[in-house]
Every structure is written in C-alpha cells, then in structure tokens.
Nanobody
C-alpha cells in the first residue's frame, strides 16, 4: 500500500505565502507524475500544478507565476510553494501521485487526505 500525507496548510493573509508538503510512504518502487489539486466549497476539484518524473512542470493559468511545484525524489516528498496568495486560492489542497509499487506491473493512482488553505482578505 502507498500513503500520501499532506501538511503545511493554514490561515494566511492575502499576499502571504505557504508551502505545502506531501510525503509518500509504502512499498514504492518509483513515483512518476505528481499533481496538486484543489477543491473549494461547492466547486469541482481542479488541477493546480503538475510535475513529471523528469521535472517538467505545468500550472493552471490562475496560479502561474505565483505557485511552484517541486519534488525531492530521494525523500519521496513533494512541495507546492504558494506565494502572493489571494482569497480565491482558499480551498482544500490535495496531492496526487502515480506510483509504481514494488512488485507491481502497473502504476496506481493515489491521493492524500487534503490540507485546508484559507486566505483572508
């Protein structure tokens, strides 16, 4: 089994910064793509940022230039640095990973439990 655990959420004023972390554990052979999603109350879950195993990144237009996704493969830890936060960034943030487990033939798709980010105006 594979577990993803997020941390780093909280309450911040507009213009502030937060860094979210996601730690993967379990019988992991390789972690491929990593994604961060967010879901605001009453809205669908949207992709915020993505990073491939090779380090290529992609961002939603709404966060380009403000958020940075990164990964530490040695520690199976992934980050979302969020700067210049806006009230509309308020949401529950989820990390998501495509993981090939030890002994598995195909990768699995795993989610963390989510961490709340609240940006006050």
């Amino acid at each position: 089994q594979v577990q993803l655990v997020e941390s780093g959420g909280g309450l911040v004023q507009a213009g502030g910064s937060l860094r979210l972390s996601c730690v993967a554990s379990g019988y992991i052979f390789r972690i491929n793509a990593i994604n961060w999603y967010r879901q605001a109350p009453g809205k669908q879950r949207d992709l915020v940022a993505a990073i491939t195993s090779g380090g290529s990144t992609n961002y939603a237009d709404s966060v380009k230039g403000r958020f940075t996704i990164s990964r530490d493969n040695a520690e199976n830890t992934f980050y979302l640095q969020m700067n210049s936060l806006k009230p509309e960034d308020t949401a529950v943030y989820y990390c998501n990973a495509n993981v090939l487990r030890i002994g598995a033939m195909y990768e699995g798709h795993y989610w963390g439990q989510g961490t709340q980010v609240t940006v006050s105006s």
